[in-house]
Structure formats: structure tokens, C-alpha cells
């Protein structure tokens, strides 16, 4: 996998993640760096980038229907009431990463998105950073930056779990935040500067 823009046999420039296999390619052309704005998608865009900690995207990405059938869509109000039984069941789905915390702060997630006094997609946009210009190359992106440590420090002191920095910035991109499609790159939203 490269790191750089690619240009695909159907001659779009794209990020060189976003190339192959075809998983990495939908997602990288129809959602990664879109807006999202709705609470449940937000959710489950928080949910996923917690259990794709430590693995591959494209383990989650082969797994996000059954993810969302075992979560039942990943509703919070749902979640919220769920405990050790669901727990329990979740732990022997093969068909998503069994992960007991990574379950367990699903599911406790959804108790503190259900508790916030505000709505998540507002919580979460308010972190979101000043426009920038697109990145020439991946090796200029960080891992970090200090919205998304603020927003992992907000969403912790709310209840949330498997929220760190790295996790927030990662969620930040995926959910339109910020554009971190490379200079050049067919989806890009922003103009190149």
C-alpha cells in the first residue's frame, strides 16, 4: 500500500490507501473525509474507530454490517440498556472483532451519549479545526493534533472509553472534519492551496 496518489484504471487520482482492494477504494471515494453530521453515524463512526485501535481498517470495514447487525445499528438508546447477557453474546459473534473492552465501552459509550446535554454531533463538530490546505503526502499528517486531544479530553470527562487522541483525530478525518485527501485527489473537497 502506498502512501501517495495513485492513479486507478479508471483514471481518477486518488490517495494511495484509498487504491485497493476494492473496500479500501469505496470507502476512500464515498465516505472517508465526508461530513457526517447525524448522531447515530457519528456514533457508530466513534464505535468503529474504537475496535479498529490496534488492527487494520479493513478488518473493520469487512466487518461493519455485521457490526451494525450485532449492534443494533448501532442505536445508543438501545445500547444504553444493554448489559452482561449482550455482553455475553457479543464476546462469541465471530462476525466482529471480540474484544471484551472494546464491547464493554460500546456499550458504555452509548450510556454516556445517551446522558450528554447536548446532541454528540454537536459536541464532537465543535472541536472541529480551521480549514488547512490539503496534505502533498501522508508522512505530512499527524497523529495527534490539539483539537483532538481536546476532544478526547472532553468526550473522557463525559464517560466515553476508547476515545484517545490518536482514536479522535482518526474520527475527525473519517467523519469530514478535516480533509486529508491528498493535493490532487479526485474526492478531495477543498481546493488545493
Not at 473522557?156 to 474520527?171: D, E, S
Amino acid at each position: 500500500m502506498t502512501s501517495e496518489l495513485v492513479t486507478g484504471a479508471d483514471g481518477l487520482a486518488r490517495c494511495g490507501w484509498g487504491a485497493a482492494p476494492p473496500e479500501y477504494r469505496d470507502y476512500h471515494d464515498t465516505e472517508w473525509g465526508h461530513p457526517v453530521r447525524d448522531d447515530v453515524a457519528l456514533f457508530e463512526k466513534l464505535c468503529l474507530e474504537g475496535f479498529q485501535s490496534g488492527l487494520s481498517w479493513l478488518v473493520i470495514l469487512r466487518k461493519r454490517e455485521s457490526f451494525r447487525r450485532a449492534f443494533a445499528g448501532f442505536d445508543p438508546q438501545v445500547l444504553a440498556g444493554w448489559g452482561q447477557r449482550e455482553e455475553a453474546r457479543l464476546l462469541a459473534d465471530a462476525g466482529i472483532v471480540r474484544n471484551r473492552a472494546k464491547i464493554a465501552a460500546t456499550i458504555r459509550n452509548a450510556r454516556a451519549m445517551v446522558a450528554l446535554d447536548q446532541p454528540l454531533g454537536e459536541l464532537l463538530w465543535s472541536f472541529a479545526p480551521r480549514v488547512r490546505p490539503r496534505p502533498a503526502a501522508f508522512a505530512e499528517l499527524p497523529a495527534t493534533t490539539p483539537e483532538s486531544k481536546a476532544m478526547a479530553k472532553a468526550l473522557k470527562a463525559r464517560g466515553f472509553t476508547f476515545v484517545g487522541p490518536t482514536t479522535c483525530y482518526a474520527l475527525m478525518q473519517a467523519v469530514g472534519m478535516v480533509d486529508d485527501h491528498l493535493a490532487g485527489c479526485h474526492t478531495a473537497r477543498l481546493p488545493a492551496q
